[in-house]
């Protein structure tokens, strides 16, 4: 058997896919010379991200006291020159009738590179909290090293802080991808807008989400498969959902949730609160409030 005895099939497809009613609004026209941001070069940026806030344990093992300046200049050039032309990739990403790139673009894209490095630092400052708070936070780990190299969250949170600089910077598509990334790697979902804390764990990690207009503070732990999510959202008179308002709770200092409790709307959760397992919260609470299952666990009750 052969392609060609296949031919009147895959002919029949090829001119399927290719009507312009079956693509609509699914395609993206690439115009030659623009270019486009690319999922594997995105990949080398968060791996030298990690190599750049967590040497020795990402990227290149063999360094010490005399190397780490030179490995860690090399990597951040490296970083900057990628992030730049995936910046710049993005901001020509889905707008019609971009046919060249300016002097000013390139100038913008090299701009927010360049405050991104200058953000390293912080960076790297608020990823040592949330190390600590992991560690604190979990009697099965050893050491810090352990944390770094293998708990979930550390990755994701790498991720998410870097991914909130470029958001916050306006930079289009890239924070996105870059948060999914970490979804796909360990479970944990936390859109890039979302505004936390240091000092903030999450424990095991997998099927939580954290919504686009989440705010957290310091010193917050949650547990797997816990969710802070938006109800229902008002719509346009066109029936179309309205964007761009907060939707999402708001936790205050100290809070624990709890595995598998879902957090609904733009609610208040005081300070010191503890919201037990499998736990549906529609209302803000005040502080140092425990919310638990009654007895039967069928229904919330207050403590």
């Not at 995105?42 to 006291?65: A, D, K, M, V, W």
């Not at 990403?93 to 405050?115: H, M, N, T, Y």
């Not at 816990?226 to 809070?255: Q, W, Y």
Request: proline letters at 5%; a negative charge; one cysteine or more.
């Amino acid at each position: 058997m052969s392609v060609t005895d296949f031919t009147p099939i895959l002919t029949k497809a090829i001119t399927e896919l290719s009507r312009s009613e079956s693509y609509k609004g699914l395609i993206h026209q690439h115009a030659d010379g623009i270019p486009l941001p690319s999922g594997q070069i995105l990949q080398e940026i968060i791996e030298l991200t990690r190599s750049i806030i967590f040497p020795g344990y990402f990227g290149q093992s063999t360094l010490n006291s005399h190397t780490i300046r030179y490995h860690i200049g090399v990597n951040v050039e490296r970083l900057f020159d990628l992030l730049t032309r995936q910046i710049l990739a993005a901001q020509c990403f889905g707008k019609e009738k971009v046919l060249s790139i300016s002097d000013e673009q390139r100038k913008e894209a090299a701009g927010i590179a360049a405050d991104i490095m200058a953000k390293l630092p912080d960076i790297r400052s608020i990823l040592a909290t949330d190390v600590e708070a992991a560690f604190n936070g979990d009697p099965a780990a050893e050491n810090y090293g352990e944390i770094i190299s293998c708990y979930p969250v550390i990755k994701a949170l790498v991720n998410y802080r870097f991914a909130h600089e470029l958001y916050v910077r306006g930079v289009p598509l890239l924070p996105r991808i870059i948060t999914e990334m970490a979804h796909s790697e360990t479970g944990i979902d936390i859109h890039p807008g979302a505004v936390i804390g240091h000092h903030f764990t999450i424990d095991h990690g997998t099927g939580v989400v954290i919504g686009a207009t989440c705010i957290i503070g310091n010193h917050v732990k949650l547990y797997q498969g816990v969710t802070l999510g938006a109800k229902s959202f008002p719509l346009d008179e066109n029936g179309n959902p309205i964007k761009g308002i907060p939707r999402h709770p708001i936790l205050e200092d100290n809070v624990i949730v709890y595995s598998n409790a879902t957090v609904l709307g733009r609610i208040t959760i005081g300070k010191g609160t503890i919201i037990g397992g499998n736990i549906w919260v529609t209302e803000s609470t005040k502080p140092g409030e425990l919310l638990v299952q009654n007895q039967k666990g069928r229904t919330m009750g207050r403590e």
